[in-house]
């Protein structure tokens, strides 16, 4: 079946340091591709998409590339804040189907 | 913008109460979602609609029934809440067609003591 994995937290970063989260999926298809956030006491938000191979999402200076060849779609963030202090999930949306397979989550604290 | 809200963002009931948690979305889509978010277990599809009166199972229905009366309008219903049903629970909405990404409210932490 479907499946994302995702690497398990916490992260804790200092500010301004360079961030990645590694994702990896299992589909047939060509399935497209989510970074959701979740801010404390909130619901998700969708951070950034890439709905086919190579394609690029971008997003508050956040990055995720969809690599087929690897099955993966890594969210990598140059320089982090603060404020980006949050649980980010990955997610895919298999060919024709309506629900979305959610990674666990890695939840990622920045210190000042 | 698409804003799906939720009509509470907390909620504490006893055991046994019959509970209603209310979602709306303002941007004609045709599925709606709720999920459950407890620590360690990430998201649980607990059911999804993708018409109005249409309803599927997702992975937890046990203890839920859900209602769709309206396009806009998506409910869940605890018949006699439990303590094991302590949770934060999510509503989401998307397109029937299209990329799938689907747009979540605030959520609701309902308490049951």
């Known amino acids: 079946g479907n499946s994302v994995t995702q690497m398990e937290g916490p992260v804790t970063l200092s500010e301004e340091a360079f961030l990645t989260i590694n994702c990896t999926y299992t589909?047939?298809?060509?399935?497209?591709l989510f970074w959701y956030v979740q801010y404390p006491g909130e619901g998700l938000q969708l951070l950034l998409k890439?709905?086919?191979?190579?394609d690029k999402g971008s997003n508050k200076g956040f990055e995720a590339t969809y690599r087929k060849e690897t099955t993966s779609f890594h969210l990598e963030k140059g320089s982090v804040q603060v404020s980006d202090s949050a649980v980010y999930f990955c997610?895919?949306?298999?060919?024709?189907?309506?629900?979305?397979?959610f990674g666990q989550g890695t939840r990622l604290t920045i210190n000042p | 913008d698409v804003k799906v809200t939720q009509s509470s963002r907390y909620l504490v009931k006893r055991t046994g109460e019959k509970v209603f948690l209310e979602c709306v979305q303002d941007?004609?889509?045709?599925?709606m979602f709720w999920y459950r978010q407890d620590p360690g277990l990430g998201l649980r599809l607990i059911y999804f609609?993708?018409?109005?009166?249409?309803?599927e199972k997702g992975d937890i229905p046990e203890g839920y029934s859900v209602s769709r009366e309206k396009k806009e309008r998506f409910s869940l219903i605890l018949e006699s809440a439990s303590t094991n049903q302590t949770s934060m629970y999510l509503c989401?909405?998307?397109?029937?067609?299209?990329?799938?990404?689907?747009?979540f409210g605030p959520g609701t932490r309902l308490t049951v003591l």
């Open positions: 989401a909405s998307s397109l029937l067609w299209g990329y799938n990404e689907q747009f």
């Open positions: 589909a047939t298809g060509y399935p497209s």
């Open positions: 890439a709905t086919k191979a190579d």
């Open positions: 997610a895919l949306s298999a060919q024709g189907a309506q629900k979305l397979v």
């Open positions: 941007m004609d889509h045709e599925n």
């Open positions: 609609s993708y018409d109005v009166k249409m309803k």
